[in-house]
T-cell receptor
Framework: GQNIDQPTEMTATEGAIVQINCTYQ??????LFWYQQHAGEAPTFLSY????GLEEKGRFSSFLSRSKGYSYLLLKELQMKDSASYLC????????????FGTGTRLTVIP | DTEVTQTPKHLVMGMTNKKSLKCEQHMGHRAMYWYKQKAKKPPELMFV???????INESVPSRFSPECPNSSLLNLHLHALQPEDSALYLC??????????????FGPGTRLTVT
């Protein structure tokens, strides 16, 4: 099975940096995805990690440590529009390569 | 075109009604998915189609019936639903299910209310 944990809620200030953590336990790890989801809208893809290390994409970076079962999403220069839920999802090849989502972290950016 | 479209956007139905949700993509993706998402919860996988064949059925009740008429279209037929089935139904697609690197693209969802 899969067990994916994220903090439920976080609050950060506009212009600041925030780190959203995700820990996972899965038998057939085959990649980790981060998605952003605004309330009532579809999840949109942010990043993908399959090897250890940091992937940077503009204001967003994602880190993976497979040995620790750990990932984080780093958001820099926060903007009000970054207020959303951030979903960590693990692809499990023993689960037909399907995505298994964590509960999501609701980020609120305040002025 | 990296868009997945879903219709209708909103649907209200009674417990005795029959309705269908529709999903379409023109990215040439060969895997399509149905997810159910309750408020403040993550998406839960319902069905996976790979090359127009049902690959995964995650123990979904028979009142939900998926159909994949062709590689671009995915339907979800609804019959005799319960109020607890009220949720956001998301469709997604990806290149295929064999490669781990392919992300899933999600549609905007259908907000379903069962009265």
């Amino acid at each position: 099975g899969q067990n994916i944990d994220q903090p439920t809620e976080m609050t950060a200030t506009e212009g600041a940096i925030v780190q959203i953590n995700c820990t996972y336990q899965t038998s057939g790890f085959n990649g980790l995805f981060w998605y952003q989801q605004h309330a009532g809208e579809a999840p949109t893809f942010l990043s993908y990690n399959v090897l250890d290390g940091l992937e940077e994409k503009g204001r967003f970076s994602s880190f993976l440590s497979r040995s620790k079962g750990y990932s984080y999403l780093l958001l820099k220069e926060l903007q009000m529009k970054d207020s959303a839920s951030y979903l960590c999802a693990v692809r499990d090849q023993t689960g037909a390569n399907n995505l298994f989502f964590g509960t999501g972290t609701r980020l609120t950016v305040i002025p | 075109d990296t868009e997945v479209t879903q219709t209708p956007k909103h649907l209200v139905m009674g417990m005795t009604n029959k309705k269908s949700l529709k999903c379409e993509q023109h990215m040439g993706h060969r895997a399509m998915y149905w997810y159910k998402q309750k408020a403040k919860k993550p998406p839960e996988l319902m069905f996976v189609y790979s090359y127009e064949k049902l690959s995964i059925n995650e123990s979904v009740p028979s009142r939900f019936s998926p159909e994949c008429p062709n590689s671009s279209l995915l339907n979800l037929h609804l019959h005799a639903l319960q109020p607890e089935d009220s949720a956001l139904y998301l469709c997604a697609s990806s290149q295929d299910i064999t490669s781990g690197s392919y992300e899933q693209y999600f549609g905007p969802g259908t907000r379903l209310t069962v009265t």
